[in-house]
């Protein structure tokens, strides 16, 4: 049976993720106001990703100022009609800053505190909060699906932030297979998510 969304949230969604769009073009234009909206539109989602990554609060929004400083310096580089979504190129730039910082937490064991710039944080309403759920739910639905072996490898990759060589150490296969393995996931989530 399909998870189907209600027609008007559908809708919403398709429209944020639009109104993400421009603002994104936006700030590749360096439109200051485009960042702002962008920040408002994905950092609940962005911080709570790298809370779950990182496991410390604070150094979550260290991670996400570096998140937004870079998509400042990137956003001309987002191209809509490559047909990546908006929040999905916003998600790989958090989980590649917070890999980088677990990387370079093991090389420093003492962190240097860093000023932070006070931003508006921005609770999801009742709406956002039910269509992130369900949202949730059906990624949950896709990922019990995948092969045990695709399963943890994705769970390892985007949900704890293990490279592809950490992942493949740790299952006894070499990087190519690995990469083959949440590659051909992937592609099966893509599916399962788009049915």
Known sequence: MRNARPPGIAVAAQEDRELLVRHLVGVGQGESRSLSAVYEMSSAKLNALLVRMLGDDALAEDVLQDVYVTVWQRAKTFDPARGVS????????????????????????????????????????????????????????????LESHQRQAIRSAFFDGFTYDELARRAGVPTGTMKSWIRRALIQLKGCLTS
């Open 86 to 145: 908006p929040i999905t190129w916003l998600v790989t730039i958090a989980r590649n800053k917070a890999i980088d910082r677990l990387r370079s937490r093991q090389r420093s064991p003492a962190p240097v505190p860093v000023d932070m710039v006070d931003l508006p944080a921005r609770d999801p309403s009742a709406l956002e909060s039910m269509e992130h759920q369900q949202d949730r739910d059906r990624l949950a639905k896709c990922i019990d699906k």
